[in-house]
C-alpha cells in the first residue's frame, strides 16, 4: 500500500518489490526514453495545438519536470521577462484531498530555465490559464488522475495525429519523459552540473561545495535553452 501511494504522488515510478512477484528468470520493465526525432515531433504537434496540455506535455518533455512539480507551479512563480520559473512546492494527495506543499527535497526546490518559444506560448494561452496555478482549469491545483487522463488522452491524439501520416510515435508515460530529457541532455554531451541543476538531482553535495551555485542563467547557457 504504501508504494502504491508513493507512485501515485510522483515519488517513485514503479513498486520495488513488484520484482518478488515475477517467476524467476522473466526480465523486469524497463523505462522507456522517446528518440530525439519523435521529440521534434512532439514540439511540432504542441505548438500547432496550443492548450493547457499541450503546455504541461512541452514543460514535462522539455525541462523534465516530474508531475508534482508541475501541478504544483503557481501563476505567480512564473517570470516571463527573466524566462525563468520558480519551482517552489508539489501537488500530492493525502486522504483523497489534493495538497499543495514543499517539494520532494531541498534541491527540488530550484528556478528552471525556460526558452523564450515557452514563455511565447503562456502568453498565447494567457486567456486560458487558471489565475493561481499555470497547469490547472480551476483556482485549485489539479488532480494528479486528472492529469494522468488529461495527458494518456493528449499523447494517444499526438499519436493518432502522425500514424495517419506513416510516422509511428512511441507512447511515453509521464515520468519517462524526465528520464528522456535527461538522456537526451547526457546524450549530447551537456554539462552534467547543469542537468541537475535544472532537473533538481539530489546528489549536489559534493559539486555544490566544489563549484559552488549555478544561476539560472549559466544553466540557460549549458543546456542552449
Given at each position: 500500500m504504501?508504494?502504491?501511494?508513493?507512485?501515485?504522488?510522483?515519488?517513485?515510478?514503479?513498486?520495488?518489490?513488484?520484482?518478488?512477484k515475477?517467476?524467476?528468470?522473466?526480465?523486469?520493465?524497463?523505462?522507456?526514453?522517446?528518440?530525439?526525432?519523435?521529440?521534434?515531433?512532439?514540439?511540432?504537434?504542441?505548438?500547432?495545438?496550443?492548450?493547457?496540455?499541450?503546455?504541461?506535455?512541452?514543460?514535462?518533455?522539455?525541462?523534465?519536470?516530474?508531475?508534482?512539480?508541475?501541478l504544483?507551479?503557481?501563476?505567480?512563480?512564473?517570470?516571463?521577462?527573466?524566462?525563468?520559473?520558480?519551482?517552489?512546492?508539489?501537488?500530492?494527495?493525502?486522504?483523497?484531498?489534493?495538497?499543495?506543499?514543499?517539494?520532494?527535497?531541498?534541491?527540488?526546490?530550484?528556478?528552471?530555465?525556460?526558452?523564450?518559444?515557452?514563455?511565447?506560448?503562456?502568453?498565447?494561452?494567457?486567456?486560458?490559464?487558471?489565475?493561481?496555478?499555470?497547469?490547472?482549469?480551476?483556482?485549485?491545483?489539479?488532480?494528479?488522475?486528472?492529469?494522468?487522463?488529461?495527458?494518456?488522452?493528449?499523447?494517444?491524439?499526438f499519436?493518432?495525429?502522425?500514424?495517419?501520416?506513416?510516422?509511428?510515435?512511441?507512447?511515453?508515460?509521464?515520468?519517462?519523459?524526465?528520464?528522456?530529457r535527461?538522456?537526451?541532455?547526457?546524450?549530447?554531451?551537456?554539462?552534467?552540473?547543469?542537468?541537475?541543476?535544472?532537473?533538481?538531482?539530489?546528489?549536489?553535495?559534493?559539486?555544490?561545495?566544489?563549484?559552488?551555485?549555478?544561476?539560472?542563467?549559466?544553466?540557460?547557457?549549458?543546456?542552449?535553452?
Amino acid at each position: 500500500m504504501i508504494f502504491k501511494k508513493a507512485i501515485y504522488n510522483d515519488y517513485i515510478y514503479k513498486n520495488p518489490m513488484a520484482g518478488y512477484k515475477l517467476s524467476v528468470g522473466k526480465p523486469t520493465k524497463k523505462k522507456h526514453t522517446m528518440p530525439e526525432e519523435q521529440m521534434l515531433y512532439l514540439f511540432d504537434y504542441i505548438f500547432s495545438n496550443p492548450s493547457v496540455m499541450s503546455l504541461a506535455v512541452d514543460m514535462l518533455a522539455r525541462y523534465g519536470m516530474s508531475r508534482s512539480e508541475l501541478l504544483g507551479i503557481q501563476r505567480s512563480s512564473v517570470d516571463l521577462d527573466n524566462l525563468v520559473i520558480h519551482v517552489v512546492q508539489s501537488v500530492t494527495v493525502q486522504d483523497h484531498a489534493v495538497e499543495a506543499g514543499n517539494t520532494k527535497n531541498k534541491y527540488r526546490t530550484r528556478d528552471v530555465a525556460i526558452s523564450r518559444m515557452t514563455a511565447d506560448l503562456i502568453r498565447e494561452l494567457e486567456p486560458e490559464l487558471s489565475e493561481n496555478y499555470l497547469i490547472s482549469y480551476t483556482d485549485s491545483p489539479m488532480h494528479p488522475e486528472t492529469f494522468s487522463r488529461r495527458y494518456k488522452k493528449f499523447m494517444n491524439d499526438f499519436i493518432e495525429y502522425f500514424a495517419k501520416k506513416d510516422i509511428k510515435i512511441d507512447y511515453i508515460r509521464i515520468h519517462e519523459m524526465r528520464h528522456t530529457r535527461a538522456s537526451l541532455w547526457v546524450s549530447e554531451d551537456k554539462s552534467l552540473f547543469a542537468i541537475a541543476n535544472q532537473m533538481g538531482w539530489a546528489n549536489l553535495d559534493m559539486l555544490k561545495k566544489r563549484y559552488g551555485h549555478v544561476n539560472v542563467d549559466t544553466v540557460r547557457t549549458l543546456l542552449d535553452i
